[in-house]
Nanobody
Framework: QVQLVESGGGLVRPGGSLRLSCRAS?????MGWYRQAPGKQRELVATIDRYEIDDYADPIKGRFIISRDNTRNTITLQMNFLTPDDTAVYYC?????????WGQGTQVTVSS
């Protein structure tokens, strides 16, 4: 079992920045973030493996940066130049021994 604890969501104005963090209860393989906006399917945002190889969905390339601290079993998503289209619940995930575990989700709202 892997427990994930997320933090850092909130309300921000368009063009602003937010930083999300997710801490796992143990070391894991791939980790990353998905998001789900109201009325839409959950979509991949960014992933990072234990070697810190990262990948991003096209809508957020150049704006978001995912990073990882293996010593603390933590990943961070730095979100810049936020737009209202980024409004969603953001979910952290981690993969361990073939299973995917999810965090509880953190709300990000971009609004003026």
């Amino acid at each position: 079992q892997v427990q994930l604890v997320e933090s850092g969501g909130g309300l921000v104005r368009p063009g602003g920045s937010l930083r999300l963090s997710c801490r796992a209860s143990r070391s894991t393989a791939d980790m990353g973030w998905y998001r789900q906006a109201p009325g839409k399917q959950r979509e991949l945002v960014a992933t990072i493996d234990r070697y810190e190889i990262d990948d991003y969905a096209d809508p957020i390339k150049g704006r978001f940066i995912i990073s990882r601290d293996n010593t603390r079993n933590t990943i961070t998503l730095q979100m810049n130049f936020l737009t209202p289209d980024d409004t969603a619940v953001y979910y952290c995930y981690a993969e361990h021994l073939g299973h995917r575990y999810w965090g509880q989700g953190t709300q990000v709202t971009v609004s003026s």
